[in-house]
C-alpha cells in the first residue's frame, strides 16, 4: 500500500514540475510586466476605434503568430512564423513578452491616439513607453 502512495506522490510532483516548467514563461510574464490589459484607441483621420493591449500577450503565449493575422497584421505574422520555424520555437517564448508593445506603437505611430479612460491612458504610456509633459 505504502509504495503505491509513494509512487503517486512522485507522479504528482514530476506533473507539477513539468507544469510549471511549460507555464513559466506565463508566469514570469505576468509577474514582470503585468496582465494583458485592453486600452481603446482611435483613429485620428476616419474616428475608427479599436484596441491595442499594454503587458504580457498570454494570447500570444498561447496561439503564437496567428494573434497578428487576427489584428489584421498578415505580414507581421507571416514573418513571425518564419522567425519561429527558423529558432526551432524559440521565438515564441520572446515574443510574448515584447509584442503587446510593438503593436501598439506600431498602431500609435500609425494615427492612432490612446481614447480610453486617464487612468488606462496613463498604465498604456507607462508601459509602451510614451513621455508625458
Not at 506600431?106 to 481614447?115: D, F, G, I, P, V
Request: aromatic share 18%; glycine share 10%; charged share 10%.
Amino acid at each position: 500500500m505504502e509504495q503505491g502512495s509513494m509512487s503517486s506522490g512522485i507522479l504528482f510532483f514530476q506533473i507539477l514540475i513539468i507544469f510549471l516548467i511549460f507555464f513559466s514563461p506565463l508566469i514570469l510574464g505576468t509577474i514582470f510586466l503585468g496582465w494583458q490589459k485592453k486600452i481603446k484607441v482611435k483613429h485620428n483621420e476616419s474616428g475608427i476605434q479599436k484596441n491595442c493591449f499594454v503587458g504580457y500577450s498570454w494570447t500570444y503565449f498561447f496561439f503564437g503568430f496567428f494573434v497578428p493575422i487576427f489584428r489584421g497584421e498578415i505580414s507581421i505574422g507571416v514573418f513571425h512564423l518564419i522567425f519561429s520555424l527558423v529558432t526551432f520555437g524559440i521565438f515564441q517564448l520572446i515574443m510574448p513578452f515584447l509584442y503587446n508593445k510593438q503593436y501598439s506603437t506600431r498602431l500609435l505611430n500609425n494615427s492612432w491616439s490612446l481614447n480610453d479612460s486617464e487612468d488606462n491612458n496613463a498604465t498604456a504610456r507607462q508601459k509602451i513607453g510614451i513621455a508625458t509633459g
